[in-house]
């Protein structure tokens, strides 16, 4: 996933700029090649700076990305961001796509921006939604002076892992990729989630547990024989999946969440699954959706 070249999108905002944390993050594990691309919004066009600004702005950035040791392609295009964004990411067959959650003209009280679930929804690229801290009250900035005005949620990412799992083919696509990662990214814990929604009785609710532990095993120790970690917690839990997933990663102090866009009865992945939908909107902490069709 890393070895591959990452398209980074920017808006030039505060949360776009965090971004570089991360990127420094993923070079040590691997990461040699980003491309940095723009995308010019007749709206925020005045607001952002006119062409030539947008320029020097996304030169600027380069540079601080190429400062860091990574090769840095730049693109500016005009249109409509999640569209001009995918067809970018299908022209370059990059490997993964990094966007902000929040943008220049985000609602600071939703966990992600209308441009960041836009992009979701259309891409077919492995995609990262990376999440914020904003710490607004000044007062309590100047009592914790260790902390920044905004910071990642996760600063180690592939740290400690969810994998939500509706144990189809499709979902398994996420356990391969957490495979593409080793040798590269720190795993010290994953944990192997499904949520039984419903069921016609009890004993299907039994039946559904004893093939949903049984199914879980057998990923538990694939990842096992793979060394990718020994920590492994496999839950299977009953209710509502997207608030159990986001009710976990919180308690669990998760660092993200990876799963797939969409289910495997989708004909068309340009969608996202009502699950990985409602996750994305309503998860504080970074989400990885992985498109079925990436293996």
Request: aromatic share 6%; glycine share 4%.
């Amino acid at each position: 996933m890393l070895s591959g070249q990452v398209l980074v999108a920017t808006d030039f905002s505060d949360e776009a700029n965090m971004l570089k944390e991360r990127l420094i993050e993923f070079k040590e594990a691997g990461l040699e090649k980003i491309l940095l691309a723009h995308v010019l919004e007749t709206k925020l066009t005045k607001k952002i700076g006119g062409i030539e600004e947008i320029k020097e702005k996304i030169d600027d950035l380069a540079k601080e990305y190429k400062d860091e040791g990574l090769d840095v392609e730049t693109q500016i295009l005009k249109g409509e961001p999640a569209v001009k964004l995918k067809e970018l990411a299908d022209e370059k067959n990059c490997s993964l796509m990094l966007i902000a959650s929040h943008g220049q003209s985000f609602i600071k009280n939703i966990p992600i921006g209308h441009t960041a679930y836009d992009i979701a929804r259309q891409v077919k690229t492995p995609l990262i939604i990376d999440k914020f801290t904003n710490y607004a009250d000044k007062e309590y900035l100047q009592k914790n002076k260790e902390l920044k005005s905004l910071e990642l949620i996760s600063p180690k990412i592939f740290r400690r892992l969810l994998l939500p799992l509706d144990l189809s083919s499709a979902s398994a696509k996420v356990v391969e990729m957490i495979k593409s990662l080793k040798g590269n990214a720190e795993f010290t814990k994953i944990e192997l989630l499904h949520v039984i929604e419903s069921s016609v009785d009890k004993d299907d609710l039994v039946e559904q547990k004893s093939y949903a532990e049984s199914e879980l095993n057998k990923l538990a120790d694939y990842l096992k024989k793979h060394d990718l970690t020994e920590d492994i917690e496999i839950k299977i839990e009953e209710g509502t999946a997207s608030d159990k997933i986001n009710e976990i990663a919180k308690k669990e102090k998760i660092n993200l969440i990876m799963m797939t866009k969409t289910g495997e009865n989708f004909a068309d992945n340009k969608f996202l699954g009502s699950t990985t939908d409602t996750v994305i909107k309503e998860s504080s902490i970074p989400v990885l959706t992985v498109p079925p069709s990436i293996y």
